[in-house]
């Protein structure tokens, strides 16, 4: 059967590829394919921050999805590290939850790396802590004491992953939580301050000497240690603007290209590309008919990442792009579809993976029926935003346009009182 009738057969050919991703004496580590699930939060957690048969649920649905290399969503590090209420959290007490995961995970699919993104919320944690003093919130100030318990507590997360049978780490530098915040240009302010400074290299310092030691602790020829970096975080002072006041955007990617040179250079072996901070800045980190170019500048930064490192980058911002039915410009659906466009950036050199967020919620089986000739029957996203939406509002968050259980969630919780 043609893979499918209604995509091009070479694209689908390109986003088919595998990829080899670690090959060490003592293991080797394949993406079967070039589509990444993007770390998706379900805040679905039991109370005590384990996997719940709902999140048991969705992850085997995605596992039965196929796809390349799937992260499983921010995990908060400790209970002080959510930022929301039903967020899942990886410690000591809940290790037994994430065996099960894995577990059931491995069941339906032996082949796809399984990624633990790791996380603490810093400013949008319940009781907000920051890095440096901020001039829109009222949060504390981290002291060496908590830089410490966070470091360990971050070992700690990176070993007990590996004893729950993930594949890898993947270190959140992204959306304006505490580790991305370390690095923007405004964590340079605080007098004495060892976690920051003018340079990236001194604002990166806790970024690598944790790395170091999460891989003494699971060394790196057996376990994959990624990253995801807002490349551009759009607000005062963060990572990729201008100076530590400028919220626009430095062009030049100096810091953004040294950075990802600085991670490929501490042992990290995938870098994964965002942009923004969902609740500051949402249209930079997602597309909507509202911002459809910022497609373009999602490709852009990934680029200047692929383009200072010699390991992979996954690409972010390709759910909006759906069949073609978007507003890119242009007319012709095929050749600005997901997958024509995923397809081109990765034989162009842009990326190597494309990562679907929205889409993987939409469809969870969307690899399996893109690349086994079932393209018909893809559930495509809508971008309506309103897993977004939950996930905001506190309820468990997926698919409110397909999936019926979401649906009933959301209509309860948005209802006029
Ligand atoms: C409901 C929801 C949950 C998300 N959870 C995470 C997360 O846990 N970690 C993360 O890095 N990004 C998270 N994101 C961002 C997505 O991974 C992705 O970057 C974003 O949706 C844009 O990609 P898309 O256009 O493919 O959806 C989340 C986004 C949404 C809408």
Redesign the pocket.
């Known amino acids: 059967m043609p893979p499918s009738r209604m995509f091009d057969a070479a694209d689908i050919a390109t986003l088919a590829e595998p990829l080899e991703l670690l090959r060490t004496d003592r293991c080797t580590l394949v993406a079967p394919n070039r589509i990444a699930y993007?770390?998706?939060?379900g805040n679905d957690a039991a109370p005590d921050g384990s996997p719940s048969p709902v999140t048991v649920a969705r992850y085997l649905e995605r596992a039965a999805g196929g796809a390349g290399i799937d992260f499983v969503?921010?995990l908060a590090v400790s209970p002080e590290g959510k930022a929301r209420g039903d967020q899942l959290v990886l410690r000591d007490a809940t290790q037994r939850g994430f065996e099960w995961l894995v577990k059931k995970y491995r069941n339906l699919n032996v082949r796809t790396p399984l990624v633990f993104?790791l996380t603490h919320s810093g400013r949008f944690a319940a009781d907000p802590v920051t890095p440096y003093p901020l001039a829109d919130q009222a949060a504390r100030l981290l002291t060496d004491a908590d830089m410490a318990r966070i470091q360990d507590e971050l070992v700690s997360a990176t070993r007990l992953a590996q004893e729950c049978g993930a594949d890898g780490i993947d270190f959140?530098h992204?959306?304006g939580y505490l580790f991305g915040a370390l690095l923007g240009p405004a964590n340079r302010a605080r007098r004495g301050w060892p976690w920051g400074g003018e340079t990236l290299e001194e604002r990166a310092r806790f970024f690598r000497e944790t790395l170091g030691r999460m891989i003494e602790a699971v060394p790196a020829d057996r376990f994959l240690y990624t990253l995801?970096l807002s490349a551009f975080e759009g607000i005062p002072g963060g990572f990729g603007s201008r100076d530590s006041t400028s919220a626009e955007e430095d062009e030049t990617g100096a810091e953004l290209k040294a950075f990802a040179r600085l991670a490929e250079a501490a042992g990290i072996r995938l870098l994964n590309q965002?942009s923004g901070v969902?609740e500051l800045t949402p249209l930079l980190?997602?597309?909507t008919n509202e911002n459809p170019l910022g497609f373009f500048e999602h490709q852009r930064r990934a680029r200047a990442m692929k383009e200072s490192v010699h390991i992979p980058v996954v690409g972010?911002?390709?759910?909006?792009l759906k069949a073609g039915n978007n507003k890119l410009p242009g007319k012709d659906r095929a050749v600005k579809s997901l997958v024509h466009l995923g397809a081109q950036a990765i034989r162009e050199g842009g990326v190597d993976l494309i990562?679907?967020?929205?889409?993987s919620l939409a469809d969870p089986a969307f690899a399996r029926k893109l690349l086994t000739g079932e393209a018909d029957r893809i559930r495509w996203d809508t971008s309506c935003?309103q897993?977004?939406v939950?996930?905001r509002s506190g309820i468990h968050?997926g698919c409110v346009t397909y999936d019926r259980y979401y649906t009933d969630l959301f209509r309860r919780a948005t209802r006029p009182i």
């Open positions: 993007q770390p998706m939060e969503e921010a993104q959140k992204c959306h995801r965002s969902p980190v997602r597309q972010s911002g390709y759910s909006y990562g679907i967020g929205r889409q935003n897993c977004a939950s996930l968050a």
